[in-house]
């Protein structure tokens, strides 16, 4: 029998372990927070909101990990790539596939320590967040939903590997299969720059975004710099639900402006109550992933000669409330300047 784990178990990755579980697969649930692997184990994973059952799982620490798994589910943090991905080399066979899941462009980091062969990739199009331990609650519709997951292999090649890899996923819901991988993260990115970097930046829902025109305006603005950047690169993004998704970042006349903020409407009223990972990160005294989410595409575009000031804003009051030396507050909308 196949040994599956899911690393990294907070919010999203505890909710894919209950689903694949409910579904009759045998899966390890592994995660640091201690409080959080004792409730699971004793009390099952509770999922509230869009979703209301309890299942039974199987969660471990990463000390308690042992033997070799075929295939892994990478959810942790971004920021802790460089020690998760070391810890887990020595449980990784030859042919062991890691699938990671998680927020920005994970990939090359990912390939460079586990090795290319081993490494796909994957995006999550549902949203969740933490409530304590054992217990999460799932922000989205996932019945509704054409596709919970976008995954590939880095060379977009479509075969067995990542077949096997989709039937995986395909227990919680309908999965895509991309010869995009690329341009499918770049989507993702452009999504997290905005409604959860802005979350992050303001100390609010994604209700409360939409609720401001301020801040649904920097929705916007964010996107279009983040398409412009992905285009120079030469990616494209796909559509979702046969729907253009480029055409949030189109803001070129007014016309263009309020078709984006509509979009941006209809995707977050849906959501209202979501709130991102990052804030709760920051409401938690913790480093966000903003680096790798609005500091990626602030980098990427250096490289190709592409300007980024909502971006750059974003994670410059991110980075100020981690320091302390901005408040946690919807106040911070006063450092982004419209045009």
């Not at 995660?31 to 979703?51: F, M, P, Q, S, W």
């Not at 054409?146 to 919680?172: C, H, Q, S």
């Not at 120079?232 to 016309?255: F, N, Q």
């Not at 990972?277 to 000669?305: F, P, R, W």
Request: glycine share 10%; net charge negative.
């Amino acid at each position: 029998m196949m040994r599956t784990a899911i690393l990294g178990c907070g919010a999203m990755g505890m909710i894919l372990g209950a689903y694949l579980t409910k579904s009759g697969l045998e899966i390890h649930l592994i995660d640091a927070y201690t409080d959080h692997v004792k409730a699971l184990n004793e009390k099952g994973a509770r999922l509230i909101r869009c979703a209301n059952f309890t299942v039974p799982v199987k969660a471990i620490t990463p000390d308690q990990m042992e033997g070799c798994y075929d295939l892994v589910f990478l959810l942790t943090k971004q920021t802790a790539n460089e020690e998760v991905l070391n810890h887990l080399l020595p449980f990784l066979k030859a042919d062991s596939t890691v699938c990671t899941l998680q927020n920005g462009v994970p990939e090359p980091s990912v390939a460079r320590i586990i090795g290319k062969e081993r490494t796909v990739g994957g995006t999550l199009l549902w949203g969740a967040t933490f409530i304590e331990p054992g217990v999460s609650e799932l922000t989205s519709d996932v019945t509704k939903l054409d596709t919970l997951f976008e995954i590939g292999e880095l060379d977009g090649v479509i075969g067995n590997r990542i077949r096997m890899v989709a039937g995986t996923l395909e227990k919680m819901g309908p999965v895509s299969i991309t010869s995009n991988l690329m341009g499918a993260r770049w989507l993702k990115v452009m999504f997290n720059s905005c409604w959860s970097g802005m979350s992050a930046a303001l100390g609010c829902v994604f209700g409360d975004l939409i609720d401001n025109p301020k801040a649904s305006a920097c929705l916007s603005y964010i996107a279009h710099e983040g398409v412009a950047v992905c285009q120079a690169l030469g990616y494209e993004m796909p559509h979702l639900g046969g729907k253009d998704m480029t055409l949030l970042g189109s803001i070129g006349t007014e016309e263009e402006f309020q078709r984006s903020q509509l979009m941006f409407y209809d995707i977050l009223n849906n959501l209202r109550p979501a709130k991102a990972s990052m804030l709760q990160d920051l409401e938690k005294g913790k480093l966000t992933e903003i680096g790798m989410i609005n500091g990626y595409i602030s980098a990427e575009g250096k490289k190709v000669g592409i300007p980024t000031p909502f971006n750059d804003t974003v994670v410059k009051v991110v980075r100020g409330i981690e320091a302390g030396t901005f408040p946690l507050s919807m106040d911070n909308l006063q450092y982004f300047h419209l045009k």
